[in-house]
């Protein structure tokens, strides 16, 4: 059974662009949520998705967005990046039905310069 | 708002000893708390998880306590080996169809041959 898969493992970006970030869930999976981990915040919950739907957001700016498709794929963006963006993105994914553990992924290092 | 606070944040014990981690929490309305390991270059891992009708679940080497009316809750592991070396977090939620986690800030821990 394949595991969650983020594209790109590593991304460096300059200050002001914007990058898009890649999860695919285990099959059958329908939620999908995203964390930043950071040394100094550790992982802080963004925002979460399923079946199409943002089913929950955490306390990030607006530039941080994301989407679902209908083969429980998804996608985050982050526009006009800033130094602070530099962090591990981790997407997570789960069938949805309230609290269970996630199945993490292994990640998305973005280096903002 | 939610916190988790986790210690300690690093802890080195030799081959063979035993290791525990605590959490602490204030919201009562927590239900399920799930503890994640995390090795170099990999997405946390379910290690193991309690709700909150379960005062205590192991497996094999590890067993997680939980007290709720002290509003913690503790990682055991037992006869450690140098695999075990590795961050590991404590988090919880609150059911209701929420996949919203709320992590502690890890502790990382080194067991020495």
């Known amino acids: 059974k394949a595991g969650v898969t983020q594209t790109p493992r590593y991304l460096i970006k300059t200050r002001g662009q914007q990058v898009t970030l890649s999860c695919s869930p285990i099959?059958?999976?329908?939620?999908v949520s995203w964390y930043q981990q950071t040394p100094g915040q550790g992982l802080q919950f963004l925002f979460e998705?399923?079946?199409?739907?943002?089913?929950n957001k955490g306390n990030f700016p607006g530039r941080f967005s994301g989407r679902q498709f209908s083969n429980s794929r998804s996608e985050m963006n982050v526009s006009t990046l800033e130094l602070g963006d530099s962090a591990l993105y981790l997407c997570?994914?789960?069938?949805?039905?309230?609290?269970?553990?996630?199945?993490f992924g292994s990640g998305t290092r973005l280096t903002v310069v | 708002g939610e916190n988790v606070e986790q210690h300690p944040s690093t802890l080195s014990v030799q081959e063979g000893d035993s290791a525990v981690i605590k959490c602490t929490y204030s919201?009562?309305?927590?239900?399920?708390f799930p503890w994640y390991k995390q090795e170099l270059g990999k997405g946390p891992q379910l290690i193991i998880d309690?709700?909150?009708n379960v005062g205590e679940k192991k497996d094999q080497r590890i067993a997680v306590t939980l007290n709720k009316t002290a509003k913690h809750f503790s990682l055991h592991i037992t006869e450690t080996q140098p695999e075990d070396s590795a961050v590991y977090f404590c988090?919880?939620?609150w059911g209701g169809g929420s996949e919203k986690l709320v992590f502690g800030k890890g502790t990382k821990l080194t067991v020495n041959p």
């Open positions: 997570a994914s789960s069938l949805g039905q309230g609290a269970n553990g996630y199945t």
């Open positions: 988090a919880l939620s």
């Open positions: 919201d009562s309305a927590s239900n399920y």
């Open positions: 998705y399923f079946s199409e739907t943002q089913r």
């Open positions: 309690i709700r909150s």
């Open positions: 099959s059958g999976h329908r939620s």
